[in-house]
């Protein structure tokens, strides 16, 4: 087992990795950039190292101010979390290179899976269904319109380094199409260097489903079930729920079946998320894979009460995975709710003092989160501020327990979706089923983005 891990992130992910490292008896290193000082990662890590300034360019992406951080504390390993340099196959590349164990799969996997295009291709192969789309495309909207006529509108374009739902575009029809185009690259281009995209079919009511695997360094690929991510606001996932009530025993399991022997094909290791996007004739359709710990991960862990972060530190250090796919249970139904300091009704960013926080307690609740009293959520960051999750026998139960629990969270001083999702947990829709990801957008128009 390691003797000390490195957490290369912050915030809550940063906590939830230290958690993890403390019941399995490993020391931690913390490392923070200068706004970040008074953090709670920064105050219960074993150790903590300043690497740079507040821009996560200069910190949190600095990858060898990580690297030194490591030598200088004798880490053996690093731990990414999610973001920042989670799917950077260079920096894992780096992290062999220099003696340290990634936590997470092989730099190759990385490479592979963050080319939507080349992922997408792979996982065909692998056995799992595509939608109808083009591979990287070249040349003027005058070339590309043939394509997207061909596949049929409506088309989406999506940047192949995507990500966060940036350098997407819906298009309708030809006429919209030079025009979303030029968009869909230059937002690719500053979110990501690289202005490539490409076309896919778009599916208008479609629910975003999702499985959970794990793989170990022996050959042994699993599976612990979906989660449901469709409520979405900007192809971004705001409230998740495990398992999907889209989804029948039977289904689920012919489905991970076939998710884990695609996933065996390209040797994948340690954890990782298949996305799956479904119509509304439970056709299924592979999306994209994320090689990494995922901010939903939680909903997982409340139905099969396994602890994914541990295992992850497991796998990476070479041990076995200590149980059968048979063995894996699902138990009651788990809910998350993303809190974040923004505008419930634009879902712009509210940055500032948290003047007040008082996190929900009680049976059948869990927090995930970093904030306290006087905090500050600055503008460098993602803006989550603490995960609301719920556990219950079943779906009504966790849905209960979670309007409850978001009654009695406080936060005060900053903007939260808290309004957002007490609406969504009331709405008839909601309850019963029927949602899409543009659920949304029956309240606001900036849940659709054209
Ligand atoms: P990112 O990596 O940016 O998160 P994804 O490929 O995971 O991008 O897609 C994010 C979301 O965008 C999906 O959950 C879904 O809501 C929407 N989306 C992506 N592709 C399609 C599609 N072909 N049809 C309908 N919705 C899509």
Redesign the pocket.
């Known amino acids: 087992m390691f003797q000390k891990i490195l957490v290369a992130n912050r915030g809550e992910i940063a906590l939830r990795i230290i958690c993890a490292c403390k019941e399995l008896g490993i020391p931690t290193v913390a490392v923070y950039s200068q706004a970040d000082q008074d953090s709670l990662h920064v105050r219960f890590a074993d150790e903590a190292i300043c690497i740079g300034p507040p821009k996560s360019s200069e910190s949190y992406l600095n990858i060898p101010g990580v690297i030194s951080a490591a030598e200088i504390s004798n880490a053996d390993a690093i731990h990414p979390g999610y973001g920042f340099l989670a799917e950077s196959a260079y920096f894992a590349e780096v992290c062999e290179a220099c003696g340290l164990t990634f936590i997470g799969p092989s730099p190759e996997v990385i490479q592979l899976m963050g080319d939507?295009d080349a992922a997408r291709r792979a996982m065909k192969e692998a056995g799992l269904p595509v939608?109808p789309?083009t591979g990287k495309l070249q040349g003027p909207a005058s070339a590309i319109i043939p394509q997207a006529e061909e596949i049929g509108y409506p088309?989406?374009l999506?940047?192949v380094a995507?990500?966060?739902?940036?350098?997407?575009r819906?298009v309708d029809s030809s006429p919209e199409l030079a025009a979303a185009l030029e968009v869909a690259q230059s937002e690719s281009e500053s979110a990501f260097g690289s202005s490539e995209v490409y076309l896919?079919?778009?599916?208008?009511a479609?629910r975003?489903i999702e499985f959970q695997i794990l793989a170990d360094h022996h050959g042994t690929v699993m599976h612990l079930g979906e989660r449901e991510?469709?409520i979405?606001r900007r192809?971004?996932?705001l409230l998740e729920e495990a398992p999907s009530s889209y989804l029948t025993r039977e289904m689920r399991e012919a489905i991970g079946n076939r998710v884990v022997e695609a996933v065996r094909a390209v040797n994948y290791t340690n954890a990782g998320t298949v996305?799956l996007?479904f119509d509304d004739l439970h056709n299924y359709?592979f999306?994209?894979m994320?090689t990494r710990i995922q901010v939903e991960h939680p909903v997982t862990e409340m139905i099969t009460g396994l602890d994914l972060v541990k295992e992850q530190i497991r796998i990476a250090a070479g041990e076995k995975l200590a149980y059968r796919q048979e063995e894996i249970e699902f138990r009651g139904h788990a809910l998350e709710c993303r809190i974040n300091a923004e505008c419930p009704d634009t879902f712009l960013p509210s940055p500032g003092k948290i003047t007040a926080f008082h996190p929900p307690t009680g049976i059948g609740v869990r927090v995930d989160t970093a904030a306290y009293t006087d905090d500050v959520v600055t503008p460098y960051y993602d803006s989550l501020i603490a995960k609301v999750i719920t556990h219950g026998k079943d779906r009504l139960e966790a849905v209960r327990r979670m309007q409850r629990a978001l009654e009695m969270t406080i936060v005060e001083g900053v903007k939260t979706t808290i309004p957002l999702h007490q609406r969504v947990l009331q709405d008839h829709d909601f309850l019963t089923g029927r949602i899409s990801?543009?659920f949304l957008e029956r309240w606001t128009t900036s849940g659709a983005k054209k």
């Open positions: 939507k939608l789309g088309v989406i999506k940047a995507g990500g966060g739902g940036k350098g997407m819906i896919e079919k778009y599916l208008p479609a975003h991510c469709t979405q192809h971004q996932k996305e996007l359709y999306m994209e994320n990801t543009r």
